[in-house]
């Protein structure tokens, strides 16, 4: 679905949700007039009541002061008319619990005017209509006061329904609003959460940071498809970079090794040693005996093959922090970081001792392969140069006093 259905989705539910909020609005209403209009017709039918035991109560009055047939025809017509309204208002509901008492006690003296009219309607008889009228008279103060009650709730529910109906109306401005707005904000979030994200991870790659993970979306709208895009290219990015990283890698190791023994190049060993100025360290200097001679007797491919065999076994004896290098031809140079020299004259002994007991196999035969070593710390010295000239005047002492041994400049 793309963008502009969903939009018309969005507008259509709130239109749905705000159509639903007035639908129960107008129920409420319609609820509110029915009671209404309940109140109303109980409170007429009081009305109607009160007027008819007005009469009825007249027409005893007159049958008692004249006991014609006339008199008393008229007080049965009255009386009959008053029986249909006390049926008609049994019909009704009374909810407040002081009118129920007045109900009763209507329906207890209506029962007692009953009683007694049959004595008038069979004996004729105008005195108990006297008493009957007086009686009628108290229900008329009866009906008053249920009618005055009436009216008074309904006047407090009619005020309360004008307040409820105001309640409402601005109740429902306001839930349509906050649908409208949550609407909104769905809609306009899901197009611009995820283009702020992807500006947030655009000027981090621009920065050269690819650690961002890959963007999720299960959108399938322009959105989706922006953000699909999106990761393709940082992945395809992130590959190309990759692969130049790996190249300068690459690059940056061959520009600091030496590509015959795989030690680190006399140049980058510069760099290392230049590093420790000021600080603690030891330098050991050898180079291979005799290796003119190896050359000449075997060739130099078997020179090759006994410098880089001495590589490796400098490689595997050296552990820590120390650094190795080939400084030139045959010649080799190990810096020992925060080491003293003695400690330097025993690693150097051990690797000597090693290099002799491990003769290099040409064809049939092995050549026996010694190295004289000169040893130099930085103690006293005023710059890293000075310790590697130092170990240089003692390897040169080595090689004097008959090679294959270890020297430093006493």
Not at 33 to 59: G, R
Not at 67 to 87: C, F, G, I, P, Q
């Amino acid at each position: 679905m793309n963008l502009q259905s969903k939009f018309l989705l969005h507008t259509a539910v709130t239109i749905l949700l705000s159509l639903l909020v007035m639908s129960v609005i107008i129920f409420q209403l319609f609820n509110m007039q029915t009671t209404a209009s309940s109140f109303s017709n109980t409170l007429l039918q009081v009305e109607k009541l009160n007027s008819s035991l007005v009469s009825y109560q007249q027409s005893l009055e007159n049958y008692g002061k004249n006991a014609t047939e006339s008199n008393r025809l008229h007080v049965l017509t009255k009386y009959h008319l008053l029986l249909e309204e006390v049926d008609l208002l049994n019909t009704i509901e009374i909810t407040d619990d002081k009118d129920k008492e007045r109900f009763d006690l209507f329906q207890t003296k209506i029962s007692r005017i009953q009683e007694k009219m049959e004595v008038v309607i069979e004996e004729r008889n105008s005195t108990v209509a006297i008493q009957l009228s007086s009686i009628t008279n108290g229900v008329l103060n009866d009906v008053s006061l249920l009618s005055a009650s009436i009216k008074k709730q309904y006047d407090i529910l009619s005020k309360q329904n004008n307040q409820e109906i105001m309640y409402m109306f601005v109740l429902s401005g306001i839930v349509i609003l906050i649908l409208s707005s949550v609407s909104m904000y769905i809609s306009t979030n899901k197009i611009v959460k995820p283009i702020k994200q992807l500006n947030a991870y655009s000027k981090q790659i621009a920065a050269g940071d690819f650690s961002i993970q890959e963007l999720k979306s299960k959108s399938h709208d322009e959105i989706g498809e922006l953000t699909q895009s999106f990761n393709t290219m940082k992945s395809s990015l992130f590959s190309l970079v990759g692969q130049l990283q790996q190249s300068a890698d690459e690059q940056q190791i061959l520009a600091n090794t030496d590509e015959l023994t795989k030690l680190f190049n006399r140049r980058y060993f510069m760099k290392l040693i230049n590093q420790m100025e000021g600080k603690p360290f030891s330098v050991i200097l050898f180079d291979i005996d005799s290796f003119k001679k190896i050359n000449d007797t075997f060739g130099h491919l078997v020179g090759d093959k006994v410098i880089v065999h001495v590589a490796t076994l400098l490689n595997n004896t050296m552990a820590g922090d120390v650094k190795c290098a080939r400084f030139g031809g045959e010649e080799y140079i190990v810096l020992l970081p925060y080491v003293s020299e003695k400690d330097a004259l025993f690693q150097a002994e051990q690797l000597r001792f090693m290099i002799e007991q491990s003769p290099v196999k040409v064809d049939d035969a092995f050549i026996t392969v010694t190295c004289s070593f000169g040893v130099a710390d930085s103690t006293g010295k005023a710059n890293v140069l000075e310790v590697v000239h130092e170990a240089d005047l003692a390897l040169y002492a080595a090689k004097e006093s008959g090679k294959n041994k270890v020297k430093s400049v006493v």
